[in-house]
């Protein structure tokens, strides 16, 4: 049984894994798909920090293999979501019994063991039974649908309003088809062509370059004002102050996801439009809302790009994206399926 273990920067070594005994409110999960992630390129390349070692792996599903006796609505054989956040169980909220305000959400992969690996044992309520019309690609975006979800209940906007996405990756992409989805209109902005084109096959009718007719082309579409809101997304690669120009005085900027590049913003754009500034990078405690907006019809991922493997080094595929960062953030999902 494998089990890929960060020890140091780029230094992903496959070992043995140690049968461990499944408690009374424990599962024992086999991985089954597990989808490679710009996040675990950037923790494999030390980008974004880790306390080693580390099994990495954020987003994946598996097979229910056993189940204890407490674990109530698990069962052995259920097909499940593995969830990538959990609470600190350190933070004021957390030891308040607050722990939906957790302040300090841990992160798959990053701050406890990802999924990387043959088997998970784990608390049955760290696990999400998934209905049968959730089929397992469309399970591996919870995480990033959660985010948008998270987002979109964060800047509390009405019907109507325009909420300006600078990214047009895999992450913009599925926020602005979130907001689209709750009758906010999304602006999406991104300088590669790739992006652009499937914006508008997933029906996201405005999406605009970043080029010097873009603050006309957003005036056009917004009937004369600025956008409401503007949502930045880390791996798009462009300035963040492009999202800054975009949104009138008063209104909320949203930086979101992970990123190697090190993004800057003018503080005197942020002074003189008095913007309020956070940042969302997890959907704790989003999941059953993320799969009833599955069930929906929420989102589409037709449209991107999809290459599953079933014979992988997951040394040289991390190595490979994290040199090579820039085309990975053209939508496509490379899953690796961990079940025969």
């Not at 949104?247 to 909320?252: A, D, E, P, S």
């Not at 449209?303 to 991390?318: C, G, H, Q, R, S």
């Amino acid at each position: 049984m494998d089990n890929w273990i960060l020890k140091g920067v780029k230094n992903l070594v496959r070992e043995e894994m140690v049968t461990t005994p499944v408690s009374p409110t424990q599962v024992k999960v086999k991985v089954t798909h597990l989808l490679v992630s710009n996040f675990d390129s950037l923790v494999f390349s030390g980008d974004v920090p880790a306390q080693y070692p580390k099994t990495l792996g954020r987003f994946a599903v598996g097979l229910v293999t056993e189940a204890g006796e407490k674990c109530y609505g698990v069962e052995k054989g259920a097909r499940v979501y593995l969830e990538p956040a959990r609470s600190c169980n350190e933070c004021y909220a957390c030891k308040s019994g607050n722990k939906a305000e957790c302040s300090d959400v841990q992160l798959a992969g990053k701050d406890f063991d990802g999924f990387l690996r043959d088997f998970v044992v784990c608390e049955y309520n760290e696990v999400t039974p998934l209905p049968d019309s959730v089929d397992n690609l469309h399970a591996l975006c919870i995480e990033t649908v959660g985010i948008a979800e998270n987002i979109y209940d964060k800047l509390n906007l009405s019907p109507g309003q325009r909420v300006a996405v600078v990214g047009g990756d895999f992450t913009g992409n599925i926020i602005a088809q979130i907001l689209q989805f709750h009758k906010i209109i999304p602006i999406l902005i991104d300088n590669n062509t790739i992006n652009l084109e499937r914006a508008k096959k997933c029906d996201i009718y405005y999406s605009f370059p970043a080029d010097d007719e873009l603050l006309n082309n957003v005036m056009d579409a917004t009937s004369g004002e600025l956008c409401d809101a503007a949502i930045y997304s880390a791996s798009s690669r462009l300035p963040m102050s492009v999202a800054c120009r975009l949104i009138g005085k008063k209104k909320t900027l949203v930086l979101t996801g992970f990123t190697s590049m090190n993004s800057s913003v003018d503080a005197r754009d942020i002074l003189e439009k008095d913007l309020k500034v956070f940042g969302v990078t997890s959907a704790y405690r989003y999941t059953d809302a993320v799969i009833n907006l599955l069930l929906h019809g929420a989102v589409n991922i037709d449209f991107f790009d999809k290459e599953i493997v079933t014979d992988y080094d997951p040394v040289a595929i991390l190595k490979e994206r994290s040199e090579n960062i820039a085309s990975s953030n053209k939508g496509k999902m490379l899953v690796l399926k961990m079940i025969l």
